[in-house]
């Protein structure tokens, strides 16, 4: 089998502890880490059909999340580029509700690779923390909302409508698996991405423009 076939089908199977030493085999036989990467990237959509069909259950999930996380881990500082933070600070954080946060540290690892400093709320973010963070940290320029859920869009919603009611002059940005381009407009953001590339793209057009 070849290495990125081992390293998917060891995230899909969750076998946490050797990830890291498939991927470091993996680079070390050539490989981009882009490719690496999305490799586990699919992984995690196998491990969502899986789920959605009964195959697996929720450990299950959380096992193949973990995995992939120490595979990041490894891939992570050659892809962060070491440019300065000189597009400012952005808030980023997974919305109330919602404790899915690879997604959203991927996109973390790119828009700092593009040039922001990141602080990252985590997980389960309520709207009001947003602004919170906002106001305790400098030059912040952007802030940075994702949510997996369906049933977390409305909080979502909640949080772009807090942040710019707070009248703080700041951009936000806003994705994850359920959000199009179309809901991004309709709760007031100011950007949209689909993926971690795209919102590093999109996070310096908001600032820059
Ligand atoms: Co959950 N889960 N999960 N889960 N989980 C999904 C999302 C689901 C699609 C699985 C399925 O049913 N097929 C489904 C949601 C269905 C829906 O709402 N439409 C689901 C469900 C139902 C649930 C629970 C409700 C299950 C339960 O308890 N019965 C539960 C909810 C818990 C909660 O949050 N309150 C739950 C729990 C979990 C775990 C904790 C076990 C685990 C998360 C662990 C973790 O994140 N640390 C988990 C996982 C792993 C998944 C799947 C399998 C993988 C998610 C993932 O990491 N994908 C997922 C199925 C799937 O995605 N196909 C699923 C890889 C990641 C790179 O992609 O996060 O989409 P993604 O991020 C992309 C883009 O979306 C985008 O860029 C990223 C990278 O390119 N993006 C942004 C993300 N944020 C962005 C922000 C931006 C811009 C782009 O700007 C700010």
């Given at each position: 089998m070849s290495k990125i076939l081992e390293v998917k089908a060891k995230v899909e199977a969750g076998k946490t502890k050797l990830i890291a030493g498939l991927v470091q085999?993996?680079?070390?036989?050539g490989i981009k880490a882009e490719d690496i990467l999305q490799a586990m990237v699919d992984s995690m959509g196998v491990v969502g059909d899986k789920f959605s069909t009964g195959e697996i259950f929720v450990p299950e999930m959380l096992i193949a999340a973990k995995a992939?996380?120490?595979?990041?881990e490894v891939l992570k500082p050659l892809m962060a580029s070491d440019?300065?933070?000189?597009?400012?600070t952005c808030i980023i954080g997974t919305v109330a509700g919602d404790l899915h946060d690879i997604g959203k540290n991927l996109v973390s690892m790119m828009v700092e690779s593009a040039g922001f400093k990141m602080v990252d709320l985590g997980v389960d973010v309520p709207a009001q923390k947003f602004v919170d963070a906002i106001k305790e940290n400098e030059n912040v320029t952007l802030v940075?909302?994702?949510g997996l859920?369906?049933?977390t869009m409305p909080a979502l919603k909640?949080?772009?409508?807090?942040?710019?009611?707070?009248?703080?002059?700041?951009?936000?940005?806003?994705?994850?698996?359920?959000v199009t381009p179309e809901y991004a407009?309709?709760?007031?953001?100011?950007?949209?991405?689909?993926?971690?590339?795209?919102?590093?793209?999109?996070?310096?057009?908001?600032?820059?423009?």
């Open positions: 085999e993996a680079l070390d036989e992939m996380a120490k595979g990041v440019s300065a933070s000189s597009l400012g940075a909302c994702s859920l369906t049933t909640e949080a772009v409508e807090t942040i710019k009611a707070s009248g703080l002059a700041v951009k936000v940005i806003v994705g994850g698996a359920p407009a309709e709760i007031g953001a100011d950007g949209y991405a689909p993926d971690a590339g795209s919102a590093a793209v999109k996070a310096k057009e908001l600032v820059t423009a």
